[in-house]
């Protein structure tokens, strides 16, 4: 049909209007393009420039001297609060937060879906439908509760502390934003893994069960190594997510040595002492920006792998 | 005793019944096909063979053994699977090899279990590759691999040759045959192509809505199906089932074979069975298999029953190495097998030879065989 109906169009002129409608398209797409990226610019010129540049020169000008030195003092100087350290303290606070959380919510989330699609159970559907619904909870609903409850394991970790010795972290600022982020991120989690397991065949199951593989040994055998795609979406996703997160951090970790990244990062900005060093802020902004990117840059590339290629069909 | 024993098998899905009192056994050896329509129960039969499904009541022995309640792999049993289910992410040999090393087995050992396989199935050049390196056929020999690798007391194969083209299904289906007859392996098949079933079975049983049809050899199902199900189901072109009535002819009775704007076929029967006397002028279902309806020319010499008549041809389809006819009877087509070379024309008048020897007749309002 459509040999003989180009032919067709072409001759009555359809040509210029193909090429207009392109014009607009991409016109448009290249506008949308350059407002996203506008601010990132912005940030990112701003950082490489000295105080007197910015205070004298254009917002979108390219630095005329470009210096590494508000990056330094962002990362080792700057005053957050009161302390003057820099936030590399508060950045690996982050990672030490970040890294468990995603691990943990992941791994979970995996082992839900193979339950809940390999070895289903009356009730399943309803338990993920619970599950998904966990996934539009509004945070803010469950600062209050969350508190109380955190506040509980605290109490018990004391009282761990002083009858064996250990408390097992219980009360620890940053073990407490690892448990929040993991009960928040299974809904989600689950809800990946869930689906890339439903379309995963369970003849591959049935195939491992035969062959006298146990519960977990088929999760770790043949369910993970197949599950490289999702893992990486999840992954992403979860990391993005927990480093970005604002609200949970400054409610449960917004005081003190445990302060993650993006509560430091607000501190800095927030500062009220002398002049406002917009360079060192962005400095310091586009540093607490660069993992979530570097995540994506190191794994995006397992998005377009097709892993399951050849183990069914023809 | 046979080897294989099944008695009394139900499997319930809530409220449905999936298997309904299933009893089939099979000899050392042997090569049972379970065939049927999609939805019959023959994959859910296999499973429970397999312990992948459970069973409401019954029992399944094999060799002496009853394995109702056995985990999967503590049934001495190995399946191949429809899709194949080769792990993705091991090669060749690891998907060989999996059963064994979950069970323990000291990595020399499978090795040589490996290689001994690999041989039988001239795989070996492939053991390093990942499944998704290999093409359909290389995929099924791989899966048939990693079932011959554990020697089990039984084989199970579900469907295993429905994702391949036709020419590798031919094949295949020769490779397991042969694969059967050298190891001497007792084997379970599930398939939806009665083709296979006739060609690998030593036993079929025919199944439809969770009940077994039929259960015998393939002979038996094809010379003498129970019922109108098992007439219709086996066979390809499949069997003629035309509405006739039953008159008399002098003494004997004779089938009535109405036509179009002539008057009704006439085919007198020398040995009818003993029951058709009781549908004297009622109607029947006639069956004729097409190769029993033929050109005169070609039609059995020893047949001590055959009847002439005379068919209006509406189609000649050549197939090669037949040509079948198409005519009208009882208001069906009917197709009627001739030699290749048979001169016979679209539009014209033929006598065509009913080989009444090879014909069965069924009831029309319970589907069973008149005998």
């Not at chain 1, 449960?252 to 406002?276: C, I, R």
């Amino acid at each position: 049909m459509s040999a003989v109906t180009t032919p067709a169009r072409q001759a009555s002129g359809g040509v210029s209007v193909k090429t207009l409608n392109r014009i607009v398209i991409y016109g448009l797409l290249a506008l949308f393009a350059l407002f996203y990226l506008m601010p990132l610019f912005v940030m990112l010129v701003t950082s490489f420039k000295t105080m007197d540049e910015i205070q004298n020169g254009n917002m979108l000008a390219l630095p005329k001297a470009p210096t590494f030195d508000p990056w330094l003092k962002a990362w080792g100087e700057t005053c957050v609060g009161l302390t003057c350290a820099g936030i590399k303290g508060y950045f690996w606070n982050s990672i030490k937060m970040v890294v468990p959380a995603v691990l943990i919510s992941t791994m979970l989330g995996a082992l839900n879906g193979y339950v809940l699609t390999k070895w289903r159970f009356r009730g399943a559907t309803l338990v993920f439908g619970l599950m998904l619904f966990a996934c539009f909870i509004p945070f803010q609903s469950v600062l209050l509760p969350m508190a109380t409850i955190l506040g509980s394991l605290g109490r018990f970790g004391v009282t761990l502390q002083n009858s064996v010795g250990t408390s097992f972290g219980l009360g620890n600022p940053t073990v407490n934003l690892v448990f929040v982020h993991v009960v928040y991120g299974i809904g989600f989690t689950t809800l990946f893994f869930r689906n890339y397991y439903e379309a995963f065949p369970t003849e591959l199951v049935k195939a491992a069960q035969v062959d006298g593989a146990s519960f977990f040994q088929i999760f770790r055998r043949i369910m993970l190594p197949n599950s490289m795609p999702i893992f990486v979406v999840t992954v992403i996703y979860q990391f993005t997510n927990i480093w970005n997160d604002f609200l949970f951090a400054s409610a449960y970790a917004g005081t003190g040595d445990a302060m993650p990244m993006t509560v430091a990062l607000n501190n800095v900005v927030n500062t009220s002492t002398g002049v406002v060093e917009y360079n060192v802020n962005m400095a310091a902004a586009m540093i607490a920006a660069l993992p979530t990117l570097l995540v994506y840059v190191l794994a995006g590339r397992y998005f377009v792998r097709g892993l399951m290629a050849g183990a069914v069909k023809g | 005793m046979a080897f294989l024993e099944i008695d009394g098998l139900r499997k319930r899905f809530g409220q449905v019944e999936i298997l309904k009192g299933i009893d089939v056994e099979l000899e050392k050896g042997g090569f049972l096909v379970l065939v049927g329509p999609s939805g019959c129960g023959k994959s859910t039969l296999l499973n429970t063979i397999a312990g992948l499904e459970t069973i409401t009541s019954g029992e399944i022995r094999v060799d002496g053994r009853t394995i109702n309640d056995l985990h999967p792999s503590k049934r001495d049993i190995a399946m191949v699977f429809q899709s194949y289910a080769l792990y993705p992410n091991m090669t060749v040999a690891g998907n060989i090899s999996f059963g064994m090393e979950m069970r323990g087995v000291p990595a020399a050992e499978r090795q040589k279990a490996i290689d001994k396989v690999a041989k039988v199935l001239q795989i070996g050049h492939l053991l390093q590759r990942k499944p998704s390196q290999l093409s359909g056929g290389q995929r099924q020999r791989v899966a048939m691999g990693r079932a011959l690798v554990r020697d089990p007391k039984l084989f199970l194969f579900d469907e295993p040759l429905s994702n391949l083209d036709a020419k590798l299904r031919v094949d295949m289906r020769i490779e397991i045959k042969r694969l059967h007859a050298t190891t001497g392996t007792t084997i379970v098949y599930v398939t939806h192509d009665q083709i296979e079933a006739m060609t690998l079975a030593t036993k079929i049983a025919v199944m439809r809505d969770g009940e077994v049809q039929q259960f015998g050899t393939p002979a038996e199902i094809y010379n003498n199906p129970s019922n109108l199900f098992v007439a219709d189901f086996m066979g390809s072109p499949a069997m003629n089932l035309i509405p006739a009535t039953i008159g008399t002819n002098g003494n004997a009775l004779s089938v009535v074979l109405q036509r179009e704007a002539r008057e009704p076929i006439n085919l007198p029967m020398a040995n009818a069975p003993a029951g058709l006397s009781a549908f004297q002028g009622k109607p029947i279902i006639f069956g004729v298999r097409p190769e029993a309806l033929t050109d005169p020319e070609g039609a059995e010499r020893n047949a001590s029953n055959i009847a002439t008549a005379d068919c209006h041809i509406e189609v000649v389809e050549p197939a090669g190495s037949d040509t079948f006819a198409v005519t009208n009877l009882g208001g069906k087509g009917v197709v009627a097998r001739l030699r290749a070379d048979a001169n016979i024309q679209p539009g014209s008048n033929t006598p065509l030879a009913f080989n009444l020897t090879k014909a069965v007749f069924f009831d029309p309002a319970t589907e069973t065989r008149i005998r």
